[in-house]
């Protein structure tokens, strides 16, 4: 495949509307040429949000990897997933610590790392292989549907709602409006010409509303759950607020939601296209598991990019780069980084060492649900390897047009019943 690097603007969502092979080539080609190219922001018609000055994306690993070890010269406190310059209020109430530095950054996460304690998890694990079997079991009484929504949507969706202590009335509202946040430039989800602000306020406030109204009862009667150790949590004699809960909760339910759902999902595609590294794991399945998931991780790389901005002037991949300037680090293109991968265009399960970037480079930010994801990810293809053993891919993938999340809506799955 040829591919013209002028003709290349990361901007264009025509561009993540291509089919992924396509993109890769792309950035092959970027990473070749033009390592760190500079591009426009992208235009949103009939929108309050005013276009900046452009960013520069950083597609090497080693560059990645640089900028996100160096929180104090590429911060995530303007925001890391969007382009936009948004109010600091909107980016914590939407994104929480994700939005944030040291020692703000810090403080959150040492509250929120302890309510993930080793108990906790432990109770996690055990819920996730129920979810799993549950869901699998739904998905072989109803027989072949949309992978999607029967499966790939429901784990995540569920691990997250029942680890907080969510009621499961509300799950719901809250797989809609974790849907509206992450798909905002789908149509699907935010019908064209609807104002995406209004709609993002309003599922973020209807989210942040619920937590609080479960933080209160906590407070008052705990149970034994995450809102509970999120609402008593105390670190050096603080707590944190309700609207602290509240805005955690939509960064979790977006953060650990939409991704591990789409690896999910890429990983059927995956797995239906190389038969052979299927069978190989399906042979030999525990073994195999923990380098499996790396690699599908790896091939799916469900979250693009986040976003740095320098806060002084510096130089990256030979350029220099101005205090302010924008950088979108793209994950999706460090992981397929010649330098670092050996044919990294190969789905290969027993990859290793596998050093990708999918959970985000070595720094302070790295994904607090990794873990989770993972143990998420194998038990869902443990269940649909008992049960549905020759479940595949039968028709197109229908993809999310988003350059932020590499997400699939939609995807048929067939299997004997
Ligand atoms: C395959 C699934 C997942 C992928 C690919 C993924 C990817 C990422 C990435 C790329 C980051 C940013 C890292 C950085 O800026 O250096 C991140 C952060 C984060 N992730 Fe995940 N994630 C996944 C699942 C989850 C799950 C299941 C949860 C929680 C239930 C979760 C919670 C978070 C949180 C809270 C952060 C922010 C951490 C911070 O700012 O300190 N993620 N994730």
């Not at 949309?146 to 709602?161: G, H, K, M, Q, S």
């Not at 907080?164 to 149509?187: H, K, W």
């Not at 999120?230 to 939601?257: H, K, P």
């Not at 990019?305 to 320098?310: F, G, K, L, P, Q």
């Amino acid at each position: 495949m040829t591919v013209n690097v002028d003709a290349i603007d990361l901007s264009d969502i025509e561009f993540w509307a291509k089919p992924p092979v396509e993109r890769d080539a792309a950035f092959a080609v970027l990473r070749r040429e033009r390592p760190l190219p500079f591009y426009a922001e992208p235009v949103i018609e009939e929108s309050w949000i005013p276009a900046g000055p452009g960013y520069w994306s950083v597609l090497r690993h080693a560059d990645i990897e640089h900028a996100s070890r160096h929180p104090e010269i590429f911060s995530s406190a303007a925001g890391a997933t969007n382009i936009f310059d948004l109010p600091v209020e909107f980016l914590e109430y939407f994104g929480s610590m994700i939005n944030m530095d040291d020692p703000r950054h810090l403080r959150l996460r040492r509250i929120v790392a302890r309510a993930f304690s080793p108990r906790m998890v432990t109770r996690i694990e055990q819920d996730i292989s129920l979810v799993a079997q549950s869901v699998v079991r739904d998905l072989a009484a109803h027989g072949p549907g949309d992978f999607v929504t029967e499966v790939a949507a429901r784990v995540p969706l569920e691990v997250i709602c029942r680890m907080m202590g969510i009621p499961e009335d509300r799950y719901a509202d809250v797989f809609r409006c974790s849907n509206t946040i992450l798909g905002a430039q789908d149509p699907e989800y935010v019908p064209e010409g609807a104002d995406i602000a209004t709609a993002l306020l309003t599922a973020g406030a209807e989210l942040a509303e619920l937590l609080s109204g479960l933080a209160v009862q906590r407070r008052e009667t705990p149970s034994d759950d995450l809102v509970t150790a999120l609402a008593l949590g105390e670190v050096d004699g603080e707590r944190l607020t309700d609207q602290e809960i509240g805005s955690f909760f939509i960064l979790l339910v977006v953060a650990g939601n939409e991704t591990t759902r789409n690896a999910i999902s890429s990983a059927l595609v995956a797995l239906s296209e190389h038969p052979d590294q299927r069978e190989r794991w399906q042979g030999n399945f525990d073994a195999m598991a923990n380098s499996a998931v790396e690699e599908i991780v790896r091939w799916a790389t469900p979250v693009t990019w986040m976003r740095r901005t320098a806060t002084q002037d510096t130089e990256l991949a030979g350029q220099s780069i101005k205090s302010g300037d924008k950088l979108l680090l793209f994950y999706a293109s460090a992981n397929r980084d010649e330098a670092v991968f050996a044919e990294p265009d190969r789905f290969d399960l027993n990859r290793s060492p596998n050093p990708h970037l999918g959970f985000g480079g070595n720094g302070p930010h790295f994904c607090l649900g990794a873990h989770l994801a993972r143990k998420e990810i194998t038990e869902v293809y443990r269940e649909l390897f008992t049960r549905v053993p020759d479940i595949r891919v039968s028709g197109e993938p229908q993809r999310l047009r988003s350059s932020f999340i590499n997400g699939i809506k939609h995807l048929p799955c067939d299997f004997t019943v």
